[in-house]
């Protein structure tokens, strides 16, 4: 069964810091990944989805890479902003999509 | 992109009784999908749904616990029965995108309080 880990799980940065979120996963025989966002009492929102055969993925200040063979992945976010304080959620796909426990990120004014 | 309401959006039960949520899809979608997020944990899948078919429930879910109703191409329930507090959670139903394995859109989620 794929195992889905988020690293870390709480981060506090100041605004306009760049910063990255990891995620790992056991199984590697993936379809895509995608990275979500989700906010307290509200639903997922996607963010990226990063195709098997694709290297990374980028939406405005945000870049996701995808090592497929060593099962990583990693979600740039550039110059953070107080809007971005969210639960970001890791997802590889094969007929599933297993979630990890996410990263919390708070963004201080 | 799909648009996904559900409804109660919360709700606090009492031990022994079920609760039924609804999803609604704003456009006709072949697979839909139940997830749970306990408190403190990641989603987990309870069951895939397609219409005209049983769903298909993943390890550690039965169709008695949470049977489920896919009448249509845009709508369908999942009812959490008998509940106890480990029932306390938020639901969340998804559906995938045109094309498949696309991009899976969530709605926002039944938060649930079993006292």
């Known amino acids: 069964k794929q195992e889905v880990t988020q690293i870390p799980a709480a981060l506090s940065v100041p605004e306009g810091e760049n910063l990255v979120l990891n995620c790992s996963f056991t199984?590697?025989?993936?379809?895509?990944l995608q990275w979500f966002r989700q906010d307290p009492g509200k639903g997922l929102t996607s963010l990226l989805l990063?195709?098997?055969?694709?290297r990374e993925q980028t939406s405005g200040r945000l870049n996701a890479s995808l090592d497929k063979s060593s099962g990583r992945s990693t979600l740039y976010i550039a110059a953070s902003q107080p809007g971005d304080s969210a639960t970001y959620l890791c997802?590889?796909?094969?007929?599933?999509?297993?979630f990890g426990t996410g990263t919390r990120l708070t963004v201080i004014p | 992109s799909a648009v996904i309401s559900q409804k109660p959006s919360r709700d606090i039960c009492q031990r022994g009784t079920s609760l039924t949520i609804q999803c609604q899809v704003d456009?006709?979608?072949?697979?839909m999908f139940w997830y749970r997020q306990q408190p403190g944990q990641s989603l987990t899948l309870i069951a895939t749904?397609?219409?005209?078919?049983?769903?298909?429930?993943e390890s550690g879910f039965v169709i008695d616990k949470f049977p489920i109703s896919r009448p249509n191409l845009t709508f369908s329930t999942l009812t959490v029965s008998n509940m106890s507090p480990e029932d306390s959670s938020i639901y969340l139903c998804?559906?995938?995108?045109?094309?498949?394995?696309?991009?899976?859109?969530f709605g926002p989620g039944t938060r649930l309080l079993v006292l």
């Open positions: 998804s559906v995938e995108g045109e094309v498949r394995l696309e991009t899976q859109y």
């Open positions: 990063i195709q098997s055969s694709q």
């Open positions: 456009s006709q979608v072949t697979m």
């Open positions: 749904a397609n219409q005209g078919s049983e769903a298909t429930y």
């Open positions: 199984d590697s025989a993936i379809y895509n």
């Open positions: 997802a590889p796909g094969a007929n599933n999509l297993f």
